[in-house]
């Protein structure tokens, strides 16, 4: 008896030791305690940190490179595993808590219309009846397809009006040397979905815009005033993108086209309809399916600014291959991969976007990052978003600080340093005229 009341003890004990272990230390057994991504987002559980994901093996602080990258290889899009391979070195970085993502009046705005968001077959966003513009949040914190996880980053943006300034644009060689840099000027004013800067809702008199926005370049003389005055409309299906680039060299305007989008800016590996990842009206692209995952993607809040407002680069920020690729933080945050091929004929064959998941939702730009793919389905470009905490009157939230674009396939690169801010801006401050004085 008392040899089988020791063995019932000692069994009782392990049963109480390997519990205690999965509650008080989730990372302890493989994949004890990881939650699910419906929990992350339904904000039932926290976004697992990379230590739990790799059970240890991996921690925040700790350099990914070509020679450790398996370790976190599922959390990897292809498009970065090749940038690593290429010698792209990435720090582990945590996340933040989603109210120091989002702002608490777009959280309540979010949810005081959620499911009142319809969608057409377009794209399009309306309030509860199709023609009524939607007055702002997230309209489908819970796609149910890559349509609307896309047109959540159409009509679902936190700022209202936008300037990107200063903003560079550096060039760098197949050997890792910077050897040309371009200073520019972004301007964004959002015509519908307002709700920080008055007025609320749509700006009068532009209830068919959905933005108006200028991409101007301010020096070298050479290519100043090289750039694009664009009315986006609200639906870009029924009505296609108005405005014009300007090109200084023939000092002339052409009118934007589905061709234009595709022109490189000023000689960079971006294209106009490569800005903010995808820039380009949705109408011309066939959004394929929609999958939730955790993927490796540039961290909220950086330690430092990456760039100065003399428009120079902190000393802090490191590179590796030359000046190639910033030794930037990483962090886990739940995306939706969302295929899409284009339905114009077009210079990329297709692109992958890793879209953000309501509630982790910056306020600018919510496409994470894109691998972009060529004419042969190769992997061609890879581009993301960096982010950075950004203040408005008694406001802090994420928003966007920067972003590269690689050419995998020729070791070339561009990159944009900016410092994001809003501004309250009125749709007639952003025109042609504005575009072309910025030029003489």
């Not at 004013?189 to 008199?205: A, D, K, Q, S, W």
Request: hydrophobic share 35%; with cysteine.
């Amino acid at each position: 008896m008392r040899d089988q009341n020791i063995n019932i003890s000692s069994g009782l004990w392990l049963f109480l030791t390997a519990f205690l272990l999965i509650f008080y230390f989730p990372g302890t057994l493989k994949g004890a305690g990881i939650p699910s991504i419906e929990d992350v987002i339904e904000e039932k559980a926290q976004v697992p940190r990379i230590e739990e994901l790799t059970d240890g093996k991996v921690k925040e602080g700790d350099l990914i490179n070509k020679d450790n990258m398996d370790l976190v290889k599922e959390y990897l899009t292809p498009g970065v595993a090749e940038a690593i391979r290429q010698g792209m070195v990435l720090i582990m970085r945590p996340q933040l808590p989603v109210d120091k993502i989002v702002p608490k009046f777009f959280i309540e705005l979010t949810k005081k219309n959620d499911g009142k968001a319809i969608i057409d077959e377009n794209g399009t966003v309306y309030y509860e009846k199709m023609g009524t513009p939607w007055p702002g949040g997230c309209p489908f914190t819970r796609p149910k397809n890559a349509l609307e996880a896309m047109a959540n980053t159409k009509y679902g943006w936190v700022l209202d009006d936008v300037r990107q300034y200063p903003n560079i644009l550096v060039f760098n060689s197949s050997d890792g040397k910077d050897y040309k840099t371009l200073y520019m000027d972004h301007l964004y004013v959002n015509c519908n979905c307002r709700h920080l800067v008055p007025p609320f809702g749509t700006y009068p008199g532009y209830e068919d815009v959905m933005f108006k926005r200028i991409s101007v370049t301010t020096s070298p003389l050479a290519l100043k005033g090289l750039g694009q005055f664009t009315v986006r409309h609200y639906d870009d299906a029924k009505k296609y993108d108005a405005g014009f680039a300007y090109l200084p060299a023939f000092k002339r305007t052409v009118r934007i086209s589905a061709t234009t989008w595709q022109d490189n800016i000023g000689g960079s590996d971006w294209t106009f309809g490569d800005g903010g990842i995808l820039q380009e009206p949705y109408s011309d692209w066939d959004f394929k399916s929609a999958t939730l995952k955790y993927m490796l993607m540039p961290e909220p809040d950086p330690p430092f600014p990456y760039i100065k407002k003399d428009a120079t680069l902190d000393s802090r920020l490191q590179f590796d291959v030359g000046r190639k690729f910033g030794r930037l933080g990483w962090a886990i945050w739940p995306v939706y991969e969302v295929e899409a091929i284009p339905k114009i004929k077009h210079i990329y064959g297709k692109k992958v976007f890793y879209v953000n998941t309501w509630p982790y939702w910056p306020a600018t730009w919510e496409i994470n990052l894109s691998d972009s793919y060529d004419r042969q389905m190769k992997l061609w470009k890879v581009s993301w978003m960096c982010r950075a905490v950004l203040s408005y009157k008694d406001m802090s939230f994420v928003s966007t600080s920067s972003g590269p674009m690689h050419d995998l396939q020729t070791g070339h690169s561009s990159t944009f340093w900016f410092i994001q801010e809003v501004t309250e801006l009125k749709p007639d401050d952003v025109t042609l005229t504005t575009l072309l004085q910025a030029g003489r």
